[in-house]
């Protein structure tokens, strides 16, 4: 059986792509800015805006040479 990729995400699923353990971070990152779709009691994350999420917070790690 194949498996289909799944665009809408419930928070588990958010959580496990991210390796989240805990709710209260993917809350946090909700509050700093990841779309939430809710429909009825149902909440769920669009993949494309989880990713988009996640590059939009990039950090440039390396120092430059006017850092030294």
């Known amino acids: ?3 289909t990729e799944v665009e809408y ?3 588990k ?3 496990e792509i991210l390796g989240l353990n ?3 971070t993917l809350t ?3 509050k ?3 779309p939430v779709i809710e ?4 909440k769920r ?3 494309s805006d989880l990713d988009a999420f996640m590059t939009s917070h990039y950090v440039n790690s390396k120092k430059g040479s006017d850092d030294e």
């Open 39 to 42: 429909v009825a009691n149902s």
């Open 45 to 47: 994350i669009k993949k």
């Open 9 to 11: 995400l419930s928070y």
């Open 32 to 34: 700093a800015g990841l």
């Open 22 to 24: 805990s709710y209260k």
């Open 13 to 15: 699923q958010a959580m």
């Open 28 to 30: 946090a990152y909700i």
């Open 1 to 3: 059986m194949q498996k």
